[in-house]
C-alpha cells in the first residue's frame, strides 16, 4: 500500500511540532544574542554604547526567560527533568529520522506529457 504523506491524516501532532521546533529555534537564538551582546559588552569602552548594550542584555535576558517558561509551560522543555528531555529529545529524533524516509517526490520526474504541446513549440510562429 502506497502512502499519501500528503494526505492530513498522516500529519497528525505536525502543527505542535512545528512550533515546538521553531520554538526552540528561538530560544537558541535567543540566547546566542545574549552571548554576543555580553561578549561585546566587554569590548566597548564608549559609555553611551555600553549602556545601550547593557540595556540590549537585559531585554535579550528577558526573552530567553519568557521563551523558556512557554516552552516548560507547553511541555516541550525540560531543563530541570534530564530523564524527561532525553526522552522528548529522542523523539524528535525518531520524527526527524521518519521523515527523512518518506518518499516525498515520485521516481521519474519527468514533465514530459503534461503539456498540451511539445516544449519547442511557441505560440504565433518558429524560433529563429
Known sequence: MKM????????????EMAD???AMDFLIRAKEGVRNI??????????????????QLHQGIALHQEITELMVRKKWF???????QF??????????VAIS??????????????FDRTPDEHRGGSQA
Do not use: I
Open 101 to 114: 524516509k518518506q518518499k516525498l517526490f515520485p521516481e521519474d520526474t519527468s514533465r514530459k506529457g503534461m
Open 20 to 22: 515546538m521546533t521553531f
Open 4 to 15: 499519501d504523506y500528503v494526505d492530513p491524516a498522516n500529519s497528525l501532532n505536525m502543527p
Open 38 to 55: 555580553a561578549t561585546a559588552l566587554t569590548e566597548t569602552v564608549s559609555p553611551d554604547a555600553r549602556a545601550l548594550l547593557r540595556k
Open 87 to 96: 526522552q522528548l529529545d529522542m523523539l524528535s529524533a525518531d520524527n526527524t
Open 78 to 84: 525540560h531543563p530541570t527533568e534530564l530523564g524527561e
